[in-house]
């Protein structure tokens, strides 16, 4: 009688740190076992197994471990069920080499694995990165005669989804038919979702308009995974197809839809539409979070219009939302856009009150909206503040930089930034050299600097086809300017010395591909401008009206060498 009370108990005791395991109650689970050996109640593998499941499911992985390695103290043998709850502890905790290194344990404990196991190891390895060695346990596994199932092939497929990996998805779910294991709407979503990962917005449409003959019901997962695979991939129509037919299938968008489906609208310049969609957020009571704000903004910054940027931004408070780096680069950015640079400066001053540290990306784009609206001092400023911030400077910053220093006629300043660069390892590209030039391109050291741009390889276009032809796309006035001089002073007389005159071109482009560097005037002006004024004979060609055509044949060279020749 007596055996069969403590049996009970036993039994008792397990039940109630199996519920509290399943309500979440983890602490409560703990402490029921605690209270076993005071009330004389031997704790069983089953109590163990419910403890260490309620920690697993908790995300107390420690803790799970600890129990586990307490019951040889208990004289209590651990089974499949308690290795693949701790292994599953590992999973949730992001401990991938805990959970291997417990599967490995299982073979010296004389333990079989199950495909509990199996799927519990695969997915950590997944969450871990690990797409390798997922796959590397499933082809274990029939060595180990344990069959894949469902949730392992998902496990596998997720895994290979995490990893960037998409066509490997797509043939673990091609296998599953032969397995005999049916796909269900997680094994399609996280097969969409490795499709949207690796840019195969076609693929993941495909998948999902497979789903019904397979019989699988798509879920809010699987549609936003699909339309975050149109945003990625520039589709923002299909984008919002997809959104549009979820309540024919009844299914619910949730913030995560709405999310990339503004995001998508934003990646295609469509703000009104990113704010409508925003708008039937809160008409569906669906919460906006930061993310859904960001892309509105950005949406807003993108299509110029910083004023409903701002509104959005000040709006954020009203609905819970703090903002982040993210939302404040935009906001910048946005009045960078609209020429509102004391704007600008204004949200960066209120960053540290936010608590939001600025980074990079929000210094350069302050740098640019001081370069836009002519204060170089307060660009250099902010140059100097990075440095004290510990923030990270790159191209782009000195680029602006660069730029507002030539802006504002400072050449020297602009120069010295350019030499500095290579200092503080950042290699100085095409809009660098172009902004320096423009800045000095009637001084003699804009001479030497076009030699050295040139001899760097920063303008691969400008031979085409021949000497006699120059491309200037890539090119900013300034640097046209020196490039066209350069051409004729040191290129062109050798042309004129054959026994054939060549025709002489210059591709200036219509402007249509070109940057803006940050300058109205156009290239094609300048060069013509250039032309006209040592009055050689020159004409836009009416064919073709990105080209200016040169007559070598009333061209002396000895006029010509002196074009490059840096004044005294």
Known sequence: MREGMVEANAIHHNVAISACGKGGQWQLALKLLSLMPGARVVPNEITYNAAISACEKGGQWQLALNLLSLM???????????????????????????ALKLLSLMSEARVVPDEITYSAAISACGKGGQWQLALKLLSLMPDARVVPDQITYNAAISACEKGGQWQLALNLLSLMPEAKVVPNEITYSAAISACEKGGQWQMALKLLSLMPGARVVPDQITYSAAISACEKGGQWQLALKLLSSMPEERVVPDQITY??????????????????????????????????????????????????ALKLLSSMPEERVVPNEITYNAAISACEKGGQWQL??????????????????????????????????????????????????????????????????Q??????????????????????????????????????????????????????????????????????????????????????????????????????????????????????????????????DQNNRGVITIDGRQLKSSELRRLFTPPS
């Not at 290699?427 to 741009?453: E, H, I, Q, T, W």
């Not at 090119?475 to 051409?487: D, E, F, N, P, Q």
């Open 72 to 98: 040889p103290e208990a004289k209590v043998v651990p089974n499949e069920i308690t290795y693949s709850a701790a292994i599953s502890a590992c999973e949730k905790g992001g401990q991938w080499q805990l």
């Open 344 to 409: 600008a400066l204004k949200l960066l001053s209120s960053m540290p009150e936010e608590r939001v540290v600025p980074n990079e990306i929000t210094y350069n784009a302050a740098i640019s909206a001081c370069e836009k609206g002519g204060q170089w001092q307060l660009a250099l400023k902010l140059l100097s503040l990075m440095h004290e911030a510990k923030v990270v400077r790159n191209e782009i910053t000195y680029n602006a930089a660069i730029s507002a220093c030539e802006k504002g006629g």
């Open 259 to 308: 999310n990339a489906a503004i995001s998508a609208c934003e990646k295609g310049g469509q703000w009104q539409l990113a704010l409508k969609l925003l708008s039937l957020m809160h008409e569906a009571k669906v919460v906006p979070n930061e993310i859904t704000y960001n892309a509105a903004i950005s949406a807003c910054e993108k299509g110029g219009q910083w004023q409903l």
């Open 411 to 540: 050449w020297q300043l602009a120069l010295n930034l350019l030499s500095l660069m290579p200092q503080l390892r950042i290699l100085p590209d095409v809009v660098s050299y172009n902004a320096a030039m423009y800045a000095v391109s009637g001084m003699g050291v804009g001479y030497a600097l076009f030699r050295k741009a040139f001899g760097l390889g920063m303008y691969p276009q400008f031979w085409s086809n021949s000497y006699s032809t120059i491309n200037l796309h890539d090119m900013s006035c300034g640097a046209a300017v020196l490039a066209v001089r350069w051409w004729l002073a040191e290129v062109v007389p050798h042309l004129l010395s054959g026994p054939t005159t060549p025709k002489l071109e210059v591709i200036t482009g219509l402007g249509k591909s070109r940057k803006e560097w940050r300058t109205t005037t156009d290239v094609q002006d300048a060069v013509f401008q250039l032309l006209q004024g040592y009055q050689f004979p020159s004409r836009i």
